[in-house]
């Protein structure tokens, strides 16, 4: 099993979006960079866990969990124009873009904001999420990174 970090600005998609989807479930699309698209197409399998994090917010950061129900298959939001998505490049027959289908698995009991993510930078060297000018909306998080964020949501409780 591996593990990821998936953005998305809560206004555009949400945690609670994805929970009030059928079967919690929904196709993660319009990502439009070819590292994280390669991610999606070439490195996530059925059963992955990812944070769900909410971006581009007051307070940024990791709110959710979800698990990877479907890998990676043609972004077909690429090759409608009226959708904002559209990539008038990609091509069904030779598609550039792809996307997984991801299903809730819960709510974390708090966000765990980027800030107090960054102050753990040292134990988190490595975690994408903590460089500097990282913009990627799709990463790898390793298991030991992963651990340490989920001990970080009850230690904020205290």
């Known amino acids: 099993m591996r593990y990821w970090l998936m953005k998305s600005e809560p206004d555009e998609f949400s945690i609670q979006d994805l929970q009030q989807r059928p079967q919690q479930t929904e196709g993660w699309d319009g990502v439009r960079n070819y590292q994280a698209r390669n991610f999606m197409r070439d490195g996530m399998s059925e059963g992955d866990l990812a944070f769900f994090y909410h971006s581009n917010t007051k307070v940024p950061g990791v709110v959710g969990i979800m698990r990877i129900s479907r890998e990676g298959y043609p972004d077909d939001t690429a090759f409608d124009p009226k959708d904002p998505h559209y990539d008038p490049k990609s091509d069904p027959e030779k598609p550039r873009w792809y996307r997984v289908d991801v299903t809730f698995e819960r709510e974390l009991a708090r966000t765990i904001p ?32 992963w651990d340490f964020i989920l001990d970080l949501e009850n230690a904020g409780e205290a």
């Open 114 to 145: 980027l800030a107090e993510i960054k102050d753990h930078a040292e134990q988190l060297e490595g975690l994408p999420l903590v460089r500097k000018g990282n913009r990627l909306s799709v990463m790898p998080v390793d298991k030991a990174h």
